[in-house]
């Protein structure tokens, strides 16, 4: 179940992001290593994004998350919905 809402948290992203320009806008599910690719790939230069779909998030742990798998030079973005 938690891996169904993550995926569909991450499917929200992408429609958002294909309804603003972004039309090559993919998730990264491929099962290879996430780090240094973020959950959504193509979409705004630059950013890496970490998409959570929880009811608790803990900001610290995900921006650090997100920063340490950032490559160098882009601007770690955390996406958050709650589930509910």
């Known amino acids: 179940m938690s891996r169904a809402k993550g995926a ?4 929200e992203v992408v429609h958002l992001l294909h309804d603003h320009g972004w039309i090559a806008a993919r998730r990264t599910h ?5 780090a240094m690719r973020g959950d959504i790939a193509n979409g705004p230069e630059g950013v ?4 959570k779909r929880v009811e608790r998030l803990n ?3 995900a921006l650090n998350q997100a920063a340490d798998d950032a490559p160098a030079a882009s601007i770690p973005v955390v996406v958050h919905r709650s589930s509910r």
């Open 8 to 11: 569909s948290g991450e499917l």
């Open 48 to 51: 890496h994004l970490e998409v």
């Open 59 to 61: 900001l610290t742990a």
């Open 30 to 34: 491929d099962g290879r290593e996430q």
